[in-house]
C-alpha cells in the first residue's frame, strides 16, 4: 500500500441547481460531484501536483473496448503516445477487494500500461509489470 500524501489544494466546487459540481481541469468541464469522483479529481490533482504528470497526457473517463463490452476507466496517463498508468477509483468506503483489482486488469489487457493503480482515496495499491507478472509497487514514479 502507498500512503498518499494529497496537495492542500482542493478542486473547485460549485452549487448548480439542486447539485454540486466539481471542475475537472482534464476534461476541462464541470461535472456531477459524486463520492467516486471526489477520489478521483483529488487522485487528479495529487499525480498533477505531486508527481509532476502533465494534464495534457491524461485521460479520464473515456470509452474502451473489453472484448465485445464497452466499459469507461478512470484515469489513465500517456507518456510517448502509450498508455502508462492506469488508475482505477472508487469511493472511499468502497474496499479495494480482488473484484476491483480484477476490473482493473481487464481494461490493462487492452491497453497494457506497465502501472496500474486502484485507489479508493484512503488507501491506494501501485502495481507494476515485470515480466509477465504485476508486482507491487511503493511509489509512484515521477514524471521525467
Not at 463520492?35 to 478521483?40: A, D, F, L, Q, S
Not at 487522485?43 to 469507461?72: D, M, W
Not at 474496499?95 to 491506494?124: C, H, K, W
Not at 495499491?125 to 504485476?134: E, I, P
Amino acid at each position: 500500500m502507498i500512503k498518499i500524501i494529497y496537495p492542500e489544494e482542493n478542486p473547485k466546487v460549485r452549487r448548480k441547481g439542486d447539485a454540486n459540481e466539481v471542475f475537472c481541469s482534464v476534461r476541462r468541464r464541470w461535472v456531477k460531484l459524486t463520492r467516486e469522483e471526489w477520489v478521483r479529481q483529488n487522485f487528479l490533482l495529487y499525480l498533477h501536483r505531486v508527481c509532476g504528470y502533465p494534464t495534457s497526457l491524461t485521460a479520464v473517463e473515456r470509452q474502451l473496448k473489453v472484448g465485445n463490452i464497452t466499459k469507461r476507466f478512470d484515469i489513465v496517463l500517456f507518456k510517448a503516445d502509450e498508455p502508462y498508468l492506469i488508475v482505477e477509483c472508487k469511493e472511499m468506503n468502497a474496499p479495494l477487494d480482488m473484484e476491483v483489482m480484477m476490473q482493473a486488469l481487464r481494461y490493462n489487457s487492452e491497453l497494457r500500461a506497465p502501472f496500474l493503480a486502484i485507489t479508493n482515496g484512503v488507501y491506494t495499491y501501485l502495481f507494476q509489470q515485470l515480466g509477465n507478472t504485476m508486482e507491487e509497487a511503493h511509489a509512484f514514479p515521477k514524471w521525467h
